[in-house]
């Protein structure tokens, strides 16, 4: 079911490469399109996965990419269609069709787990995933943003120059980007920990409860994310750290991100598995 959905989103990044390229309205018209059509496919990929297992499905390392890649395509639809700003799209719908080839190709099992069933870990999982494709479109924001800072201080103004919006417009949706993020983060944790702590209660045998501590890769790179996004926040409230200092901060804070997605997930062995 998700080869429909990786199809879309692979036709809309050629699109928006297109778009990118040479500025014609009429395939910017088709490459978001495409990509509703794509997030409308994946949603009913969704839809039915979650009537199959009862809950969002996120229980394996597959499914909760696609649904990382689900969160990332709506949460970068709403920007563009917020902000009437397609050039973003030749960054961000690449990641979507390379990341959605992950659930394509392996898509694993989404057991019905009656340990996972409680509200506490939906909102903690469902939270962190939200954070985590805040934190992409923030470090493709930021990104962007040293692209065209480096096209102004040429005093060369060319081909960037001419597609990207401002650094102003950057910066301010960086820092929105965020915000919501380092929230979302914030309940995903604190919530984890909550959930943990009953579900240990109910089955304190289960291997994944017991390995869930700070010596678990996983819950240590969400804790230190947490930590470098909210130095991010602070560096930028007390010590005037925005523009390109707050660009590479978020694209540090989401390369730590991916260490989750992909070795961590896929090759280390003593973490939890949901």
Same mark, same amino acid.
């Given at each position: 079911?998700?080869?429909?959905?990786? =199809?879309?989103?692979?036709?809309?990044?050629?699109?928006?490469?297109?778009?990118?390229?040479?500025?014609?309205?009429?395939?910017?018209?088709?490459?978001?399109?495409?990509?509703?059509?794509?997030? %409308?496919?994946?949603?009913?990929?969704?839809?039915?996965?979650?009537?199959?297992?009862?809950?969002?499905?996120?229980?394996?390392?597959?499914?909760?990419?696609?649904?990382?890649?689900?969160?990332?395509?709506?949460?970068?639809?709403?920007?563009?269609?917020?902000?009437?700003?397609?050039?973003?799209?030749?960054?961000?719908?690449?990641?979507?069709?390379?990341?959605?080839?992950?659930?394509?190709?392996?898509?694993?099992?989404?057991?019905?787990?009656?340990?996972?069933?409680?509200?506490?870990?939906?909102?903690?999982?469902?939270?962190?995933?939200?954070?985590?494709?805040?934190?992409?479109?923030?470090?493709?924001?930021?990104?962007?943003?040293?692209?065209?800072?480096?096209? =102004?201080?040429?005093?060369?103004?060319?081909?960037?120059?001419?597609? %990207?919006?401002?650094?102003?417009?950057?910066?301010?949706?960086?820092?929105?980007?965020?915000?919501?993020?380092?929230?979302?983060?914030?309940?995903?944790?604190?919530?984890?920990?909550?959930?943990?702590?009953?579900?240990?209660?109910?089955?304190?045998?289960?291997?994944?409860?017991?390995?869930?501590?700070?010596?678990?890769?996983?819950?240590?790179?969400?804790?230190?994310?947490?930590?470098?996004?909210?130095?991010?926040?602070?560096?930028?409230?007390?010590?005037?750290?925005?523009?390109?200092?707050?660009?590479?901060?978020?694209? %540090?804070?989401?390369?730590?991100?991916?260490?989750?997605?992909?070795?961590?997930?896929?090759?280390?062995?003593?973490?939890?598995?949901?």
């Amino acid at each position: 079911m998700n080869v429909l959905p990786l =199809i879309l989103y692979a036709a809309a990044a050629v699109a928006y490469g297109v778009h990118f390229a040479r500025r014609q309205p009429q395939a910017g018209r088709l490459a978001t399109t495409l990509l509703i059509f794509a997030a %409308l496919a994946h949603t009913f990929v969704i839809g039915m996965q979650t009537m199959e297992v009862r809950h969002v499905p996120f229980a394996n390392a597959s499914s909760a990419t696609s649904t990382f890649v689900w969160l990332l395509a709506l949460s970068y639809l709403y920007l563009e269609i917020t902000a009437d700003e397609r050039a973003m799209g030749v960054f961000i719908v690449p990641m979507l069709a390379g990341l959605q080839t992950i659930p394509a190709v392996s898509p694993g099992v989404e057991r019905i787990d009656p340990l996972l069933d409680s509200p506490w870990f939906w909102v903690h999982v469902s939270s962190l995933l939200f954070a985590y494709a805040s934190f992409a479109l923030a470090s493709v924001l930021g990104l962007t943003y040293v692209v065209q800072f480096k096209e =102004i201080k040429k005093k060369h103004l060319g081909y960037f120059y001419t597609r %990207l919006p401002s650094l102003q417009t950057l910066d301010v949706m960086n820092e929105r980007a965020v915000a919501i993020g380092w929230l979302c983060l914030t309940v995903g944790v604190a919530v984890g920990a909550i959930w943990t702590g009953q579900a240990r209660a109910v089955a304190p045998d289960d291997p994944n409860l017991q390995a869930m501590s700070l010596n678990d890769p996983k819950i240590f790179v969400a804790v230190l994310t947490w930590g470098v996004y909210s130095f991010a926040i602070l560096a930028r409230q007390t010590m005037g750290w925005s523009g390109r200092r707050a660009a590479w901060l978020s694209a %540090l804070g989401f390369a730590i991100v991916l260490l989750n997605f992909l070795p961590i997930n896929y090759f280390v062995t003593t973490s939890h598995t949901f």
